[in-house]
């Protein structure tokens, strides 16, 4: 089997451009795979038309490791977020295709299962008013759907600092999803890398009555000393690795002991085989993988494959179910959240098919998305590329 090309497809939501491809092979089948890009899609795109004819076309879809090789040293750059990206969506679509081939899901090749279902948590849920009274309703709404956990991030705007009045108002928000959800329903706090260590440190004290499940992200992704100071005066488990994008970032994160989650991107970071390797060097760390997943389906069937077979698997964050539901009627097949599970897909491949007519009524929308903007959390269109 050769791949012969790559279709390339956006589908537009008011706040996220989730990119599709389908790989193309000479014998007819056909593999997916999907990246949210944040305000970076043209880049992807510009990246691909390049990428595809020189590394993926006229190749085996089975031979893997070796397209991650040929695209992470090939080129002779240092791998980032848009390479890893690019491979990334390639290389999921080739287990797609592998697992099609062969009539087996594709934990199967990966593995095999250690879990007869994948624990999920909800995200995307708080698009209301930043009120205790609109976040305690919201927090209900995901309760009453089955879920067991549930991330948000109370903080607004804030960046490195974040003054008295913000403080306690970000600290009601927690305290009014707590008091919605009760004490054995898991709160994990995002902080999308807002703070200096110094407020990171602090609000983590100011949250701890509340017993989050971790701080995910409590400073930027960058200087890993920082974030080792602030896992070192909490108690709260710290979760990161989002903006990380290959194996070798997380080395010096290991060596730290700077956190306790790790939340790759496998959009981001080269795809399944990666995070398996990644996964396997946490575990010899006693470190948990609770995946980022921002996407759509094809990207959370890939995801929900990899926590099947990854043995220090905790839980898979969940868009879909609170925002876009034209979403997954885009690429249906994925297994619903029933009860804060996943069950796992029994169908070759991803087990997920791309829906054409609906993928055309959901254009690209001219998204520009900045959590540092007041009102963020909404996530409604703004204007830009």
Known sequence: MKITGVRTHVLGTAWRNLT?????????????????MLNHTDAL?????????????????????????????????????????????????CWDIKGKALGLPVYKLLGGAVRDRVKAYANGWYQV???????????????????????????????????????????????AVRSAVGSDVDIYIEMHGRFSAATAIRVAGLLAPYRPAWLEEPVPPENLKALAKVAAHTDIPIATGERLHTRFDYRDLFELQAADIIQTDITH????????????????????MAPHNVGGAVSTAANVHLAATTVN?????????????????????????????????DKPGLGVELNHEVLAEHPRVPVSFNLFSAGWERRQAHAGA
């Open 313 to 345: 698997f905790a839980v898979q964050e969940y868009f879909n179910d609170f925002a876009d539901p034209f979403v997954n009627e885009c690429v249906p097949g994925l297994p619903a959240v029933v009860d804060g599970y996943f069950a796992l897909p």
């Open 269 to 288: 970071s080269g795809g399944l085989l990666e995070a398996k390797k990644l996964a396997g060097e946490a575990e010899s760390h006693y470190l948990l």
């Open 45 to 93: 795109h510009g990246f691909l038309r390049e990428a595809v004819p020189r590394h993926l076309v006229g190749s085996d879809p089975f031979d893997v490791e070796s397209l991650v090789h040929r695209m992470v040293r090939h080129d002779f750059a240092r791998a980032g977020e848009i390479a890893m990206s690019a491979l990334a969506i390639l290389e999921i679509a």
């Open 129 to 175: 008013e930043r009120t205790p009274e609109e976040f305690h309703a919201a927090a209900r709404r995901v309760v009453q759907r089955g879920y067991r956990g549930l991330k948000l991030d109370p903080f607004g705007a804030g960046m490195f600092e974040l003054d008295a009045e913000e403080t306690a108002r970000s600290i009601s928000l927690v305290e």
């Open 20 to 36: 599709i491809v389908e790989v193309l092979t000479d014998e007819g089948i056909t593999g997916l795979g999907e990246v949210r």
